[in-house]
């Protein structure tokens, strides 16, 4: 089953997202225990403090010689001192705490989650966590032998806890201390990190696998509309093809049939017996002729294609041009100037059938000023600069609505003696350079102004 384009944006979306949130809530935990670990020392010290205030008084009540205590003795002081602990520590959030007696070295007392069943007679006594219990005592033991507050921040896999030792003082003798710890990273936490972290880095590569096929895919789809859009376009020019061979074909009828005429009227006249005589054989012979031109415009019209385009210079073909007519410019009337772009970049193109194209429309352009005028050739990179422009302009009088469109259409003409083929000519030689050819008004709204655009080197396909 084919998943579209959409469906397949909008997966790899909703993937990126909940990658994101996962990412995003692990990053507020591990924000959020980075915190705790900055106030476990304050909070802490507060703890340590108030259990040593609510317990001093008990742990002074410790028999004064241990070996002789019995079991009812410690248990009930391990009572009453869970109970301070417990009632102590309910203040302060996330800590865990208790006592330890110097003599007889035990715990007691401990407050810790979880807490621990209550021990059956005879069994063991309460006392700190057990993972923790071995560095609980080793800090215990230091705080009472150096007499100040310890406090240690250390990895106890597979979590990492803060830990406050304090030595208990009765007068000048230290009796016992107090424990309180902080779970930085509890194993809970470190599996529900990992957890989001799995289901975060999951989350984000499937989104990338996911874009990278909708990247593949996508140039595929490209691939396959570039080829469509060539296709159409091929269907298209060939409809236009088709659509100037019938007017082609309408318009060789029209031109044939006058010449035609003029042959079968005086080769009539010759079958009566009347002539033939010089001035009849000069009109079958001028007739004659006219047919040769309207067959030798077809065929050019029919071969106006390039085929051997290389890397040239529009500019000499424009200089070349503007030289040619400058000797009919002048006999006119005509001014004929120039403004060639010396920076214009390259362009693959044929020379010969592009100087046709620049004399047919500097042929129509004195046409139109037959009585003096401006002749002007520029070349340009164009605007968007992928392309490069030539023009021809005028100071005639312009191009009305009505013909220009009709323009390039083959056999319309406004001359007298015209085939109307020479635009329609200049205009296929154009498209086969892959390039267009316009006419509009003069900027100065006097005249006409006909464009070449030609793409350069680097943009033809």
Do not use: C
């Not at 077809?298 to 529009?314: E, K, M, N, T």
């Amino acid at each position: 089953m084919r998943i579209s384009l959409q469906a397949q944006v909008v997966l790899v979306s909703v993937l990126f997202v909940g990658a994101l949130a996962a990412l995003w809530t692990t990053g507020v935990s591990v924000v959020a225990r980075e915190g705790r670990r900055e106030t476990a020392r304050a909070r802490l010290d507060r703890a340590g403090q108030a259990l040593a205030d609510r317990g001093r008084s008990l742990l002074a009540l410790a028999p004064r010689w241990p070996e002789y205590a019995g079991p009812k003795e410690w248990d009930d002081l391990d009572r009453r001192l869970a109970a301070e602990a417990a009632a102590t520590l309910a203040r302060f959030e996330a800590v865990e705490g208790g006592y330890y007696l110097r003599d007889p070295q035990r715990f007691l007392g401990s407050a810790f989650e979880p807490r621990l069943p209550e021990p059956k007679k005879g069994g063991p006594r309460h006392g700190p966590p057990p993972r923790e219990a071995g560095l609980i005592e080793e800090q215990v033991d230091s705080a009472i032998r150096s007499r100040q507050p310890i406090f240690l921040v250390k990895a106890v896999p597979p979590g990492t806890v803060a830990i406050r030792t304090a030595p208990v003082m009765v007068d000048v003798h230290v009796i016992g201390a107090t424990w309180t710890m902080i779970r930085l990273l509890d194993p809970l936490f470190l599996d529900r990190a990992l957890r989001t972290y799995q289901l975060a880095a999951g989350l984000a590569l499937g989104g990338v696998v996911l874009s990278l096929l909708l990247t593949f895919n996508l140039a595929r789809t490209v691939r396959r509309h570039a080829a469509e859009r060539a296709r159409l376009q091929a269907e298209v020019r060939r409809s236009e093809r088709l659509a100037a061979l019938g007017q082609m074909l309408a318009g060789v009828a029209h031109e044939l049939r006058n010449p035609l005429a003029g042959l079968l009227a005086n080769v009539q006249l010759w079958q009566r017996g009347i002539g033939p005589d010089a001035e009849s054989m000069g009109d079958v012979v001028g007739e004659a002729n006219r047919l040769e031109a309207i067959i030798a415009r077809l065929l050019q019209f029919s071969r106006a294609g390039v085929q051997d385009l290389a890397p040239g210079d529009l500019n000499a073909v424009v200089a070349e041009v503007a030289r040619l007519a400058r000797a009919q410019a002048e006999a006119q009337g005509v001014r004929v100037e120039l403004a060639l772009d010396p920076g214009l970049p390259p362009a693959l193109l044929s020379a010969p059938t592009l100087v046709q194209v620049f004399r047919n429309l500097a042929t129509n352009a004195l046409h139109a000023m037959p009585h003096g005028g401006t002749l002007r050739f520029a070349t340009r990179t164009h605007p968007s600069g992928k392309a490069i422009e030539a023009s021809v302009e005028d100071t005639g009088p312009g191009l009305s609505a009505e013909v220009k469109a009709h323009l390039f259409e083959p056999f319309f003409t406004t001359k007298e003696d015209g085939t109307g083929l020479g635009l329609a000519i200049a205009r296929e030689i154009v498209l086969a350079h892959q390039g267009e050819l316009t006419a509009e008004p003069t900027q100065k709204g006097r005249g006409a102004a006909f464009r070449v655009v030609l793409p350069t080197t680097e943009q033809r396909h």
